[in-house]
């Protein structure tokens, strides 16, 4: 079955600018979730999305925001964007929330963002 | 606040030799620790994972290790094998199920 796919692949913007990223989970996952993937540190938690509501969220700004779609696709959103924006952005999606212990998480191949 | 962390960022090893990859971390209430595996261009993939009622579990030629009282985890890979190159990442949870991850290490394995 297809995986996780993020589009687009790659893209550059300038400082101010704001982007979109998107991810189509495996068909039939229902949660997914979005990472931030910069050097040096590893990934960190942005936000988990289960049947169009968030369930949890990370540490950072309001500037990164979310939402998913009645067919569990998901969209996030980086608004006024930083240099420090610029990283990798990987999505993971499941079929329930909150599966760990399986290791039924599976990530897509990511977003790289690069801010100018 | 860096609450998972891998402090090798690097690792070279011997195909056939084994690779030890060490993760530290400082919040007490994770009790759910998972290592992915990520190829370059790839997404993470899920490795093996230990809860935090156990201080042992393997999968093949994975190991990993879990000294609660320590805050430490390490992977066991015996042999390592060229297919093992890549960038290993811990991770760890609460019942919140978000998952913190640590900055990575390296892994090469040299024929």
């Known amino acids: 079955k297809a995986g996780v796919t993020q589009t687009p692949r790659y893209l550059i913007k300038t400082r101010g600018q704001q982007v979109t990223l998107s991810c189509s989970p495996i068909s039939g996952h229902r949660s997914v979730s979005w990472y931030q993937q910069t050097p040096g540190q590893g990934l960190q938690f942005l936000f988990e999305y289960f049947s169009e509501t968030q369930r949890n969220k990370g540490n950072f700004p309001g500037r990164f925001s979310g939402r998913q779609f009645s067919n569990s696709r998901s969209e996030m959103n980086v608004s006024t964007l930083e240099l420090g924006d610029s990283a990798l952005y990987l999505c993971?999606?499941?079929?329930?929330?909150?599966?760990?212990?399986?290791?039924?998480?599976?990530f897509g191949e990511g977003s790289r963002l690069t801010v100018l | 606040d860096q609450q998972v962390k891998q402090n090798s960022p690097s690792l070279s090893v011997q195909e056939g030799r084994i690779s030890i990859l060490n993760c530290d971390y400082t919040?007490?209430?994770?009790?759910?620790f998972l290592w992915y595996k990520k190829y370059p261009a790839e997404g993470p993939t899920f490795l093996i994972s230990?809860?935090?009622?156990?201080d042992k579990n393997e999968d093949g030629r994975f190991t990993v290790f879990l000294n609660k009282s320590a805050k430490h985890l390490s992977l066991h890979i015996v042999p390592s094998q060229p297919g093992d190159s890549a960038v290993y990442f811990c991770?760890?949870?609460?019942?919140?199920?978000?998952?913190?991850f640590g900055a990575g290490t390296t892994v090469t394995v040299r024929a």
């Open positions: 991770a760890a949870s609460a019942s919140d199920y978000k998952l913190s």
């Open positions: 230990i809860s935090s009622i156990k």
């Open positions: 919040n007490s209430m994770f009790d759910y």
């Open positions: 993971a999606s499941s079929r329930v929330a909150g599966v760990l212990n399986t290791g039924e998480l599976f």
